[in-house]
């Protein structure tokens, strides 16, 4: 069949879609960058259906009456409206559903050809997105193409039915989302932030000045003056409230009308004029460990597995929280474990380096250095650990460095429903991370360069069948880490477990006498040091573009099937 994707960004949820579809039809991608271009791919295409995973705009009616367009809607039967996973969170919903339901005049009130359920997890918008919706969204999409196919006659919407529980809902404006720190219980402040956090933020006034938040976590110790902010951690600021107090990871500042535009950075960093007297509020990662507190990085031991746990803000990592980790991982490293486990609990591995703190440096091309840099250290300290089995655990996605980051342990273990992007090229770079020595030891020198030179997703179970992976777990984040103790444990059990790690000892000396990672390490960089300052390179109008999410004005070349 041939499928036509139709988003208004190539994010998650599409390439997740993308790569589930491909194997099975012939699917193509349209980014929804106006009526006209979309009518003039859909004549080229001619597709038999038009299926879309993430779209702000309508679909015109003319292409709509032609071609059967289905739309995948993040709420359950007879939900409706722009901001559906902002009403659930805010409202505190325990369950909620994504709806696959056809194009018709009136917005999200056509025929339904699939409906999943699935449970609101105590997370932020953008992380329920990625995960549990995300899963709906998937197993709901396969089941309409699959109806589709079939002689499926799909329902009407019925209000009448018992279960459509769904309602028509106003977008999620501002005037929903004020806090009033004086009186608002943590609970209901943590509930209006993880509604709004990663888009759109809530308007607040820090210091007599507009600022968006973005994200919130809980805080068990700290207190003050509800409003006051009481202490910084790691580019995080707290705030008290009257009950406790709450974690804000990053602020945007509110464009002044005919100012530039502003972009999300560390609130630490936004606001470092203001900070003076706060005092920082340290935490070791073994200490977070035990604690309801925000924290980037926790470390805990269980059956003679170490688990370095860490979770950074859309997958970006900026120099300071590169070196932060590498000073988490050479501490655990020391430990007397064998096994040692690395990624997050939920959500994103890695994306790589920071592009919207590198925008903010008075110097982006100095701060990219070091960045890149400091993502290096890092890789090298993996690579070089002969005494340990490390595993590179991944609940969420990975891009780019993110993914040789990965690559770097001795096994890759991710949930089925990761996507994989092992390529730099949409920003411009020829890419480090020793990714020239990891990604051709894993798959071949002949797949490498396919992989690193074609900028598509990559799901984890064809990241399993090339050798980027070692697993691909079905089901949820707790269903992915029961089963990934259970093999890490038998791991630090095995009695063959010393051989390995003589094997891989002598294996990394083979490797460094063939050809040093110092060796790979100065190729790479000698090309990302031109990236990164020679004139006339894409980079820094990439990068520019990617921070103030400047969209391009036709689909890229690659995406179009």
Not at 89 to 100: K, P
Not at 409 to 429: I, Q
Not at 536 to 549: D, I, K, M, P, W
């Amino acid at each position: 069949m041939r499928i036509l994707l139709v988003a208004s960004a190539f994010n998650s949820l599409t390439q997740r879609v993308h790569t589930e579809l491909r194997d099975r039809h012939h699917i193509g991608v349209e980014l929804a960058l106006g009526d006209d271009l979309l009518r003039a791919r859909v004549d080229s295409f001619r597709p038999d259906l038009i299926l879309a995973p993430m779209l702000t705009t309508a679909i015109p009616e003319d292409v709509w009456t032609r071609y059967p367009v289905l739309i995948v809607h993040p709420g359950p039967m007879g939900d409706r409206g722009p901001s559906s996973l902002d009403w659930a969170i805010s409202g505190g919903a325990t369950e909620w559903g994504v709806t696959v339901l056809q194009a018709v005049a009136e917005m999200d009130a056509g025929p339904i050809w699939a409906s999943v359920p699935f449970e609101v997890a105590d997370c932020g918008k953008s992380e329920l997105y990625r995960n549990e919706a995300a899963d709906a969204a998937v197993r709901a999409v396969l089941l309409a193409v699959e109806r589709f196919a079939g002689d499926y006659e799909p329902e009407p919407l019925d209000y009448t039915r018992p279960d459509v529980r769904g309602q028509l809902r106003p977008y999620h404006s501002q005037q929903y989302r004020r806090i009033d720190w004086s009186t608002e219980s943590t609970a209901a402040i943590l509930r209006k932030l993880r509604a709004a956090d990663s888009q759109p933020g809530i308007v607040d006034v820090l210091f007599g000045r507009e600022y968006f938040i973005h994200g919130g976590h809980h805080e068990d110790k700290l207190r003050g003056v509800p409003g006051a902010i009481i202490a910084t951690r790691d580019g995080a600021v707290c705030r008290a409230t009257v009950d406790g107090a709450i974690w804000i990871p990053q602020l945007r500042p509110r464009r002044v009308p005919g100012g530039p535009a502003t972009f999300k950075r560390p609130a630490a960093d936004v606001l470092a004029a203001e900070l003076g007297d706060v005092p920082e509020a340290p935490i070791t990662p073994a200490e977070a460990a035990d604690r309801d507190t925000w924290s980037e990085l926790r470390y805990r031991e269980e059956a003679g597995v170490g688990y370095l746990e860490f979770a950074f803000a859309g997958g970006a990592m900026d120099t300071r929280q590169c070196r932060r980790l590498l000073d988490a991982y050479r501490q655990a490293a020391r430990r007397p474990v064998d096994v040692l486990v690395l990624g997050p609990a939920r959500d994103f591995f890695s994306n790589g380096i920071h592009l919207n703190v590198i925008e903010a440096a008075a110097d982006p091309a100095q701060e990219s250095w070091r960045n890149i840099t400091a993502m290096d250290d890092l890789v090298e300290a993996i690579l070089t650990t002969t005494d340990k089995l490390v595993i590179s655990a991944l609940t969420g996605n990975a891009a780019a460095g993110g993914v040789m980051l990965a690559l770097a342990a001795d096994e890759v273990w991710c949930r089925e429903s990761v996507v994989l992007n092992p390529h730099y090229r949409l920003m411009g770079l020829y890419g480090s991370e020793y990714w020239t020595y990891s990604l051709p030891r894993r798959v071949g020198a002949a797949e490498a360069a396919r992989l690193a030179s074609t900028p598509l997703p990559v799901g984890a179970r064809e990241a399993v069948t090339l050798g980027l992976a070692d697993y691909a777990v079905p089901g949820t984040a707790d269903d992915f880490w029961t089963w990934a103790r259970q093999e890490a444990a038998a791991l630090a059990a095995a009695p063959e477990l010393a051989e390995r790690l003589l094997a891989k000892k002598h294996r990394r000396a083979s490797d460094e006498a063939a050809k040093p990672l110092a060796a790979y390490r100065e190729e790479e960089l000698t090309e990302m040091h031109r990236n990164f300052f020679s004139p006339n390179e894409s980079y820094h109008q990439l990068r520019q573009n990617f921070v103030y999410n400047v969209s391009p004005m036709v689909t890229p070349a690659y995406l179009l099937g």
